[in-house]
């Protein structure tokens, strides 16, 4: 019987072969190529000579050499220097290979943008003197500082932030302290020190953002008509369009329709110059969300076509991008249900959170509270649901209905300590004792200072921790809330004083000293201000030193 089926398979065989061989054919083809694996020596091998860490052969034979590499790149990763090949090993070393490729590739794409924005200020012979060659700049070590810290004035504030940012050697570290103190600069009136500080920026890229900062400043400043006549400097089309825009805000907050609609129908025509699609939608979109408080009915019309002009012409990444962006501009606009129709568009919760944000804020400026809740609820993440119940406890409480408003606060709480992200939940916190101190200084409520009181105990963060205390301290200063077992100002200084970098306390002060200013609490702002220079002074960070000055020369302005 074995005979006889063996005998039966092999003719079986043999047919198969036959008929599968065409007549007429010679030589049957080659047997296909075997696909061999590469070991783990020689994954090893490549992988380290992508990263210029190998220079051996790639043959998978285990050398003394490949040894060494493995130990000096585990040495230059942070890892245990074993000198073995390991499955995690090879995950590490291609990932940090990915990474490393991906700057590479980054790193064209900065090159390129530098030489067109090169080209583009080249262009107009108004910005060709910007390119001049920048020479090496020292900082003078032997300056005395101390008179412009007894008597500080924006002024001297912003030349020592200049002095400062000569003593940084990184071109994009100075570049950037640069754009900040360009940018204070024209806030104070010194318009011809910022064009000298805009040509003293190395990266072509970063000379159009100063050129565009200095229009929009002086836009906001008021000076419309200089922001409008620095225009032809600024060789972007699209950052052109950014100035307009703010131009269009101050027309608005100033209750000028006939001159708001008439710089937005500017925008709409300029977006022509614009090159690619995508900037062009964003900036009608843009637009079309300023033009809502002069034309609600046309700025809806206008989102609808961007929106049907996303969807039929682009397929990519920038499609979900764009149509995020105009159902957030819908809502902002005024028109929620029309957002929350959009949503249909996007693909998952996650990029649908912003236009539901978006979309609850405009039912709250309406006071429609139970829509607002109910979008509210849409929200998956915890962590955003929180900041926005907080802001719906401030609505319901300045519309008497107090009740609903600390329920709603108490849920918000709730979400809060359930976030596992430690800055999240940190932020989620900081928002509800914002809320809790503005509740307790309009009630005069030491009860509800208390409870902000033992929140700001659980948050970890250090600076949003020193934030809030010092907040919450010049509310009970203000109001005469008292908060028992605690001394606010004790527990202020000590937590500002365990913020670990100076440049991020000196931050925060000038910030507060700019909310106080903005709140009529002149007091309050000098406070921050004073204890804020105190803390520059202490700066020793070059690039650390000339931000904190730049915005300390700006505040002291405001303050005067």
């Known amino acids: 019987m074995k005979v006889i089926l063996v005998t039966i398979l092999s003719c079986l065989i043999s047919l198969s072969v036959f008929a599968a061989k065409p007549s007429g054919l010679g030589k049957p083809s080659a047997a296909p190529e075997v696909y061999q694996l590469k070991s783990p020596v020689q994954q090893a091998q490549e992988l380290l ?6 220079d051996g052969e790639t043959d998978g034979v285990k050398t003394p050499a490949l040894v060494d590499a493995i130990k000096a790149y585990q040495l230059k990763h942070g890892l245990k220097q074993t000198g073995r090949i390991t499955a995690s090993l090879l995950e590490h070393i291609e990932n940090i290979g990915r990474v490393h490729a991906l700057i590479l590739r980054l790193d064209v794409v900065r090159k390129e943008r530098q030489a067109k924005a090169r080209q583009a200020l080249l262009s107009n012979p108004a910005t060709r003197k910007l390119l001049e060659q920048k020479n090496v700049e020292v900082a003078d070590p032997t300056r005395d500082v101390s008179k412009c810290f007894e008597t500080p004035s924006s002024d001297c504030l912003l030349k020592e932030a200049v002095e400062s940012s000569r003593a940084v050697f990184e071109d994009d570290l100075r570049d950037w302290a640069l754009g900040e103190i ?19 920026i190395k990266d072509s890229r ?10 929009k400043t ?7 008509s200089e922001a409008l006549s620095g225009l032809h400097l600024i060789p972007v089309a699209q950052r052109r369009l950014s100035v307009l825009l703010e131009v269009a805000a101050i027309h608005e907050e100033a209750g000028d329709k006939n001159q708001q609609i008439d710089t937005i129908n500017k925008i709409l025509a300029g977006v022509l110059a614009v090159e690619r699609l995508e900037e062009r939608l964003s900036i009608k979109i843009q637009a079309a969300e300023a033009l809502a408080s002069a034309d609600k009915k046309r700025s809806l019309r206008l989102l609808e076509e961007i929106s049907e002009t996303v969807r039929n012409q682009l397929k990519d990444s920038s499609q979900t991008t764009l149509l995020r962006q105009s159902a957030s501009a819908m809502a902002k606009a005024g028109y929620p249900e029309w957002a929350l129709k959009a949503l249909d568009d996007l693909p998952d919760n996650e990029t649908r959170i912003p236009v539901l944000m978006a979309a609850s804020r405009a039912f709250l400026a309406e006071k429609r509270f139970e829509a607002a809740r109910r979008t509210i609820q849409r929200i998956s993440a915890p962590r955003y649901r929180s900041v926005i119940l907080s802001d719906l406890t401030q609505s319901l409480w300045e519309n008497q209905q107090a009740e609903p408003a600390m329920k709603t606060l108490a849920e918000a709480q709730t979400l809060a300590n359930s976030i ?12 509800i004792t914002e809320t809790l101190i503005t ?19 659980k948050i970890k963060d250090d600076r949003l921790k020193a934030k809030g205390l010092w907040n919450l301290s010049s509310a009970s200063r203000q109001h005469g809330l008292i908060v028992q077992k605690a001394d606010l100002e004790k527990e202020t200084s000590k937590a500002m004083n365990q913020i670990k970098s100076q440049f991020s306390k000196a931050w925060i002060l000038g910030d507060l000293a700019d909310l ?5 609490q002149k007091d309050q702002a000098e406070k921050a201000f004073k204890l804020g220079l105190q803390t520059v002074r202490d700066i020793k960070n070059p690039w650390a030193r000339s931000r904190a000055l730049a915005k300390f020369g700006a505040v002291i302005h405001r303050l005067d």
């Open 49 to 54: 000579k992508q990263q210029g860490l190998y």
């Open 182 to 200: 360009l940018s204070a600069q024209v806030s104070t009136g010194l318009s011809d020190a910022a064009m000298e500080t805009a040509g003293r």
């Open 206 to 215: 970063l000379v159009i953002a100063a050129l565009t900062n200095i229009a």
């Open 218 to 224: 002086q836009a906001k400043e008021g000076k419309i």
């Open 420 to 431: 596992k992200l430690p800055f999240a939940k940190n932020y989620a916190l900081s928002k």
């Open 439 to 457: 509740i307790a200084s309009q009630s005069k409520d030491s009860l509800k200072a208390e409870q902000a009181y033992h929140i700001l105990d």
């Open 516 to 520: 106080h200013f903005s709140s009529g």
